[in-house]
T-cell receptor
Framework: NAGVTQTPKFRVLKTGQSMTLLCAQD?????MYWYRQDPGMGLRLIHY???????AKGEVPDGYNVSRLKKQNFLLGLESAAPSQTSVYFC??????????FGSGTRLTVV | AQSVTQPDIHITVSEGASLELRCNYS??????LFWYVQSPGQGLQLLLK??????LVQGIKGFEAEFKRSQSSFNLRKPSVHWSDAAEYFC???????????FGKGTTLSVSS
């Protein structure tokens, strides 16, 4: 039982490049989330999804897009990466019983 | 807007001493509260959570937290700290819509020998 799996774990991008971060969960959770973590800022919500085919904006959505075509997957896209998007990205999922499970993170550097 | 405040950015505790990490939240109704721990370069591990009932919650690794509605607090405690407890600790509250967690900025714990 893998829980929440994020790929890739590390990535270096040049400014203006695009990429997609993949999050997969095998717990049949309805809700999925993307957070970013920056030093001294805690975790801030980028986007979230309350079910297959739905997405919604969180606290810091600018510069990111998401898709939830399948219940188990939640994709985070950067269309034109900027240095300000250098961060550690965490995916999470939650279901009944209010349990939130986090992935191990993706460390992204934009140069 | 809902928020979580962790007043202490960095705390140093001697090994074997007791620990209390502070957390205050802003929320109108009964909150769902969480404490997570993050070791360097790792993901987040749930220590404990409070939904309702007994205001003293027991968690993993010997941690406990007490919900005090009158003070809007959910402080994390441990009676005797071990060197392996050195990490960053995050307090979080579920938002009113029940759709996401709102995190505090974290407290870094250092343990001295």
């Amino acid at each position: 039982n893998a829980g929440v799996t994020q790929t890739p774990k590390f990535r270096v991008l040049k400014t203006g490049q695009s990429m997609t971060l993949l999050c997969a969960q095998d717990m049949n959770h309805e809700y999925m989330y993307w957070y970013r973590q920056d030093p001294g800022m805690g975790l801030r919500l980028i986007h979230y999804s309350v079910g297959e085919g739905t997405t919604a904006k969180g606290e810091v959505p600018d510069g990111y897009n998401v898709s939830r075509l399948k219940k188990q997957n939640f994709l985070l896209g950067l269309e034109s990466a900027a240095p300000s998007q250098t961060s550690v990205y965490f995916c999470a999922s939650s279901g009944t019983g209010y349990g939130y499970t986090f992935g191990s993170g993706t460390r992204l550097t934009v140069v | 807007a809902q928020s979580v405040t962790q007043p202490d950015i960095h705390i140093t505790v001697s090994e074997g001493a007791s620990l209390e990490l502070r957390c205050n939240y802003s929320y109108g109704a009964t909150p769902y509260l969480f404490w997570y721990v993050q070791s360097p370069g790792q993901g987040l591990q749930l220590l404990l959570k409070y939904f309702s009932g007994d205001t003293l919650v027991q968690g993993i690794k010997g941690f406990e937290a007490e919900f005090k509605r009158s003070q809007s607090s959910f402080n994390l405690r441990k009676p005797s700290v071990h060197w392996s407890d050195a990490a960053e600790y995050f307090c979080a509250v579920e938002n009113q819509a029940g759709t996401a967690l709102i995190f505090g900025k974290g407290t870094t714990l250092s343990v001295s020998s």
